[in-house]
């Protein structure tokens, strides 16, 4: 039986879904991307699909559901993004995202250059510091268990 879905374009069960596992450069295409590495990005959150998407011009909403492939601890991937494509006369809301591949494809390489994802100038030469530090620890564990992989 197949599920009842509104016929008024503007009810959000027929906007377009958004998961954040679509644009996450860190999944691979069976787990769930659906642009290139190149145009995705790290760890993408649904707030932030969000912002991007009202910026553009488009309705967009975040429902609190997870997407079905990921496992269930999988937290920071929570939500998905309900985004309205087209107007009540089924004219496109933004002419410029024609399908939502394009869509996705300007999400990616947005979400990057957001200001919640630029570190504070003052704060970088902190967390460069810690972070030569903590890659110096990793990369001796990393020596050891390829040491055990030759043997």
């Not at 069976?30 to 932030?48: F, I, L, Q, S």
């Not at 009540?88 to 979400?111: C, S, W, Y």
Request: proline share 7%.
């Amino acid at each position: 039986m197949s599920a009842y879905l509104p016929k008024d374009p503007s009810a959000p069960q027929r906007w377009i879904c958004v998961y954040p596992v679509y644009i996450d450069k860190n999944k691979k295409i069976p787990e769930g991307r659906r642009v290139c590495k190149e145009k995705a990005c790290e760890n993408p959150t649904a707030e932030e699909i969000r912002d991007i998407c009202r910026s553009q011009g488009f309705d967009a909403e975040i429902e609190r559901k997870q997407y079905p492939r990921n496992s269930y601890f999988d937290n920071p991937s929570k939500g998905r993004v309900r985004i309205r494509m087209f107007n009540n006369d089924q004219t496109l809301a933004n002419p410029k995202f024609k399908t939502r591949k394009q869509l996705l494809v300007f999400i990616g390489e947005m979400i990057p250059k957001l200001k919640s994802r630029q570190a504070p100038k003052g704060a970088e030469g902190g967390a460069s510091g810690a972070d030569a530090g903590g890659n110096v620890g990793g990369s001796t564990s990393k020596k050891k268990k390829n040491k055990k992989g030759k043997r």
